[in-house]
């Protein structure tokens, strides 16, 4: 394995890091509705669990409701039953077919917890890319012990991984203002 090689790794594995704060992100509520925040949701169908977008269609009725129609007509009580068990707070109601789901506005305390939730998910994928930015600063120390790269490598090294790293803790930084300004709008 080349120093190439660890730079590379390690900016794979940083751009995953990021990649699973957004996807955890999205999952986070805001004042609007959109279907992702019914992705965590998982519906017994046929004796194993599912998730919801498996066994219905999800679509955005307006801007405060999601429209589930199940494929199967049986399937409306328990997908109604699944999200209204599911910890997200959503109150589902069934219209013939279609099953809506009204998102409640966000109280100022629920938007708090959303802020530190998402602060919290931030800081977790910082611990994700600054330990990758360890992993690969010893995978470079290993290197110059085994006399394949020079101590002046080392160093060169150790500072393009440290700028890898401050650019994505500056992503990271980015996204949480973003989805934070996107849960305080009103």
Do not use: C, W
Not at 34 to 61: C, F, K, R, W
Not at 76 to 81: C, N, V
């Amino acid at each position: 394995m080349s120093l190439a090689d660890v730079k590379k790794n390690a900016q794979e594995r940083m751009t995953k890091s990021i990649e699973t704060l957004r996807a955890n992100l999205a999952k986070v509520r805001t004042g609007r509705a959109h279907a992702g925040i019914l992705d965590s949701v998982m519906v017994e169908y046929y004796g194993s669990p599912v998730p919801l977008s498996q066994v219905a269609n999800l679509t955005l009725i307006d801007a405060r409701t999601i429209g589930v129609a199940p494929f199967e007509k049986k399937m409306a009580s328990t997908i109604e039953k699944a999200i209204r068990d599911s910890d997200l707070g959503l109150n589902p109601s069934s219209q013939g077919d279609m099953i809506r789901v009204p998102t409640p506005p966000l109280t100022e305390e629920r938007r708090k917890e959303m802020v530190k939730l998402t602060k919290s998910e931030g800081e977790d994928a910082k611990i994700a890319v600054r330990n990758i930015r360890r992993d690969a600063n010893e995978a470079v120390k290993k290197m110059v012990k085994d006399k394949t790269a020079s101590e002046d490598d080392e160093r060169r090294s150790n500072d393009d991984i440290q700028k890898l790293t401050d650019k994505f803790v500056a992503e990271i930084d980015k996204l949480l203002a973003d989805k934070e300004k996107d849960i305080m709008t009103v």
